[in-house]
């Protein structure tokens, strides 16, 4: 069992192991990567306040180094979705699990909070490499089936909407993702020199989250 990793974008930052860890602690013997060593550091120390005993590889989601059908379950919490070519890396996370094995997938989708919060920022990010897609696109099954194609069989997609009550208001959400959210800092950074540009992705972001904020929570899909 492993977790995939993603590619992440400059600044990001994070926790990496929020699948793989639990995996661990449930008894599977797991192997979690990412491209960035940071993230891979922050993973360790994760798991060892949780006393979780894991297999931690720095790879690169679209050629990883691993042989084969060496998995039972190859898995991606939010992380194979940054990977900018994203033919190559669902085709790696379905060579490296076995035949009759699991791929396991929790992506935002595009017409949920996170995308909704792309969509926000597409115009004030940098350009993508060519080639790539909106990370969301992970979330839509008929994409997801077009990536893994007949390689896989018995596709099945379920919807969940997450509850999230850390802002009580629209400022402390686009804040936090401003100063903790790798593509939000990539693209904040990207327009840092036009004041004005940052100030209207603000108050982009700021009307996204009035839309969904109630009672002090907001519920992402």
């Known amino acids: 069992m492993r977790h995939p990793p993603g590619r ?12 793989a860890i639990p995996a661990a602690l ?15 550091e922050a993973g360790r120390r994760f798991a060892g306040a949780r006393g979780a005993r894991l297999d931690w590889r720095e790879a690169d989601a679209e050629a990883l180094p691993f042989a084969d059908g060496e998995f039972d379950t190859a898995m991606s919490c939010v992380g194979v979705v940054f990977a900018p070519h994203r033919q190559r890396a669902a085709y790696e996370l379905v060579r490296v699990c076995r035949p009759g094995g699991t791929v396991g997938l929790i992506n935002w989708t595009p ?55 850390r802002f009580a208001r629209p400022e402390e959400f686009w804040e936090f993702f401003k100063t903790c959210y ?23 972001l700021d009307g996204l989250a009035r839309q969904h904020l109630a009672d002090g929570a907001m519920d992402w899909e």
Do not use: N
Request: aromatic letters at 6%; one cysteine or more; glycine letters at 12%.
């Open 111 to 165: 017409e949920g909070f996170i995308g909704k919060m792309f969509a926000a920022m597409r115009p004030y990010a940098p350009p993508p490499p060519p080639g790539a897609q909106p990370p969301p696109l992970w979330g839509d099954p008929e994409h997801v089936h077009s990536l893994l194609g007949d390689r896989v069989s018995d596709v099945q997609a379920r919807r969940q909407q997450l509850r999230v009550d």
């Open 182 to 204: 790798g593509p939000a800092i990539a693209t904040y950074r990207f327009i840092a020199d036009d004041p004005g540009r940052a100030a209207a992705l603000d108050t982009a």
């Open 8 to 19: 992440p974008g400059p600044g990001r930052r994070g926790r990496l192991g929020h699948a």
């Open 26 to 40: 449930a008894g599977a013997d797991v192997t979690a990567c990412d491209l960035t060593p940071e993230l891979l």
